[in-house]
């Protein structure tokens, strides 16, 4: 099992002068089936201190351990203001086999398995 909160920073240096050129830090919350349940994402692209970019990701699950939802959102110039945001629901059958999974940045279906009716 994984902890519960696993966070994870790069520090990069590109000309390897010492000094910091960028960072990014990634902060993973699990459960207790160490299915990820959210996720953030922020970069300082430029080595300064402050934020460039932020990203989050939320998942929902049944209590089998299926997902229910994901939300993706990102706040591409870190002002506070969601830029891009996209929901997906899955649906099962049987409450365990993929059928159907719905998104709704463009309203996009699709699907992992045929059903045969």
């Not at 050129?21 to 207790?32: I, K, L, M, N, P």
């Not at 229910?68 to 706040?75: K, S």
């Not at 719905?102 to 045969?116: G, H, L, Q, Y």
Request: no cysteine; charged share 30%.
């Amino acid at each position: 099992m994984k902890t519960p909160t696993q966070i994870i920073t790069t520090n990069t240096d590109d000309d390897g002068d010492g000094s910091i050129d960028s960072r990014s830090s990634d902060t993973y919350t699990y459960d207790q089936r160490d299915n990820l349940l959210t996720g953030v994402f922020e970069n300082d692209n430029d080595g300064d201190g402050i934020i460039d970019f932020r990203s989050s990701q939320t998942n929902t699950y049944n209590q089998k351990g299926n997902q229910l939802t994901g939300v993706v959102e990102n706040d591409y110039d870190a002002d506070g203001t969601i830029d891009y945001r996209q929901e997906t629901l899955y649906e099962y059958l049987k409450g365990s086999e993929y059928v159907i999974g719905v998104s709704t940045e463009e309203v996009e279906v699709f699907a992992d398995n045929s059903i045969d009716f």
